[in-house]
Nanobody, 115 residues
Framework: QGQLVESGGGSVEAGGSLTLSCRYTGTFAFMGWFRQAPGSERVWVTHIKRDGRTAYADAVKGRFTISKDNAQNTLYLEMNSLKPEDTAMYYC????????????YGQGTQVTVSS
């Protein structure tokens, strides 16, 4: 059905930036990013539809940007003005269905933001 492999996580100070990448195989109606902080549930962060339309959670709107390079089969998440509360495991996700069911996830990449 498809595979997703994230990279690009790391540690950064508050106010810094990171860009996550997700190499994928397959064709999807939606691709997106979720995150899970310790002791919390996995939550939706952003997604991009096949037609390029995007949506963002209020917590990241204006700071994060999702994009996709179809030629390179790579999904990106550019994260700016990072805050300690952005610390989480970030997961690339995909769905072949409308509306999205998010049935496909990568293994995750850790982002840690220090104050």
């Amino acid at each position: 059905q498809g595979q997703l492999v994230e990279s690009g996580g790391g540690s950064v100070e508050a106010g810094g930036s990171l860009t996550l990448s997700c190499r994928y195989t397959g064709t999807f109606a939606f691709m997106g990013w979720f995150r899970q902080a310790p002791g919390s549930e996995r939550v939706w962060v952003t997604h991009i539809k096949r037609d390029g339309r995007t949506a963002y959670a209020d917590a990241v709107k204006g700071r994060f940007t999702i994009s996709k390079d179809n030629a390179q089969n790579t999904l990106y998440l550019e994260m700016n003005s990072l805050k300690p509360e952005d610390t989480a495991m970030y997961y690339c996700a995909a769905s072949v269905e409308y509306p999205p069911t998010w049935s496909i996830y990568g293994q995750g990449t850790q982002v840690t933001v220090s104050s």
